[in-house]
């Protein structure tokens, strides 16, 4: 995967940030809790090959020491018959540093272990570039989410107002005699509807806006908006199996999944080769100086010498398991099992990659059929809504007629937004199934978005 635009949108200026799609992408991609932990996942995984490593590599410690003794004899000995005092007093001082090396010759288990921490490594590189595109996928997400309920809400808004103006139309052609009161009740629990429709969704903006926050730290204003010359193209190829197959090569949850599968393994390889015997070979060395003060208090007299020691070995060990409790057989049957399991779960995730990418596809071939057919929704409601309002003007159609073509020309336009922003994320969950999904792909998005202030825009 291609970090370079991840290096790019990460130093960008504060002050460059807007409520746009990108300035969405990297603001999560510094504040996000779920990235920051993928983040330290990844430094956590990259030390696995390492730990592995050391486990063949020579071992060398050091050690220094210092001791001090004081000794005082007070007594005596019998000499001839005679009993001879012997008061004397020693401090003597010892100082020592010694170095050893211990190195594996022939340690089995250890090199299974450093193939396991291999695969670790490699799948901890992997997983982080699927939690990339995961955190692609939840920016678009949420972005759209906040989108659709503003599509929504500015439907319902519009709706409102349209469900007024009839009312407003009733009210008079009633005091005029020109319409029955049922058709000024009928507006007004028109009108109602369109009202409590209204209300729930500004609930749901704001509910939609505290999501995005919790990707980014921080509130938005309002979001650019897609424009109407946003183009819906079909996939290229267009052939599920053609995708089904590029997704079984490249979607990073079955790579991840697969090197789980080797690293479980190489596991269960170490564990079967604890009942194997360990050679190790080791060196050391070590030199000590100690002075010696000793002083006779008997004879007044006082003795001072050193003593240097210098001590080397090479051993080479030859160690056989002979019994641990049952814990290394123990330990081999859970690895085992542990391996099996990471089998049976890397062609689950083959099997459910496989099933979500035909399913994408078809979603996908849906969106873009529904645009296309809500798009000319839209414009035969608004033309029925014409017919129907000048029909009840001249009395050949009545009010529930228009009301019935107010409620059928804004839910156009709702379903019409909805499956714009639909396909916007089919194609893209299409994209991270595929593992093609990229920050370049935030950028190409974004290209199809225009500020609030701009009157072409739309979503």
Excluded: C
């Excluded at 399991?341 to 979500?356: I, S």
């Excluded at 009545?398 to 107010?406: C, E, G, K, P």
């Excluded at 409620?407 to 593992?435: M, V």
């Amino acid at each position: 995967m291609d970090f370079r635009w991840l290096l790019f949108l990460l130093v960008l200026p504060v002050t460059a940030l807007a409520d746009n799609l990108v300035d969405i992408y990297r603001l999560a991609l510094q504040n996000d809790p779920s990235f920051r932990v993928a983040r330290a996942s990844l430094k956590a995984g990259l030390e696995e090959e390492k730990l592995g490593l050391a486990g063949l590599l020579p071992r060398v410690d050091g050690g220094l020491g210092f001791n001090f003794t004081r000794r005082e004899n007070l007594g005596q000995f019998p000499a001839g018959g005679v009993l001879i005092p012997n008061n004397t007093k020693t401090n003597s001082t010892t100082r020592t540093w010694n170095v050893s090396l211990n190195q594996p010759i022939f340690d089995l288990a250890a090199w299974f272990n450093f193939r396991r921490g291999r695969e670790l490594t490699r799948q901890a590189k992997l997983q982080f570039a699927a939690d990339q595109q995961d955190l692609i996928l939840r920016v678009v997400e949420s972005y759209v989410a906040v989108l659709r309920a503003r599509a929504n809400l500015d439907a319902s808004k519009a709706q409102e107002r349209a469900t007024a103006r009839q009312l407003d139309l009733a009210r008079q052609r009633f005091e005029v005699g020109l319409a029955a009161v049922t058709d000024v009740r009928q507006a007004e629990a028109a009108h109602d509807l369109a009202v409590a429709r209204r209300i729930a969704d500004e609930g749901a903006l704001q509910v939609a806006r505290e999501q995005l926050t919790v990707l980014t730290g921080r509130r938005h204003g309002t979001l650019w908006r897609f424009r109407e010359t946003l183009p819906v193209t079909p996939p290229d190829p267009d052939d599920p199996k053609a995708w089904m197959r590029f997704a079984h090569a490249n979607n990073y949850d079955i790579k991840v999944a697969a090197l789980a599968r080797e690293a479980a393994l190489e596991g269960a390889r170490a564990a079967a080769a604890g009942h194997l015997p360990v050679i190790r070979a080791s060196a050391s060395y070590g030199h000590s100086r100690s002075e010696v003060e000793q002083n006779n208090l008997k004879q007044d007299t006082n003795a001072a010498f050193e003593i240097d020691n210098q001590t080397g070995s090479v051993n080479l060990n030859l160690t056989v398991p002979l019994f641990a409790g049952g814990a290394i057989s123990a330990n081999r049957r859970q690895s085992y099992a542990r391996f099996q399991e990471a089998l049976e779960r890397y062609a689950g995730v083959v099997r459910t990659t496989e099933q979500n990418t035909q399913a994408q596809f078809i979603n996908l071939l849906t969106a873009i059929a529904s645009v296309k057919a809500n798009a000319k929704a839209v414009a035969s409601g608004k033309l029925s809504l014409e017919a129907n309002e000048a029909g009840y003007e001249v009395g050949t159609r009545t009010i529930v007629d228009v009301l019935s073509a107010v409620r059928t020309l804004y839910a156009a336009r709702r379903d019409y937004a909805n499956a714009r922003l639909d396909y916007i994320l089919a194609k893209l969950r299409l994209k991270r199934l595929a593992g093609t999904l990229s920050p370049a792909d935030i950028h190409q998005l974004n290209q199809w978005l225009a500020p609030p202030d701009d009157d072409g825009e739309t979503n």
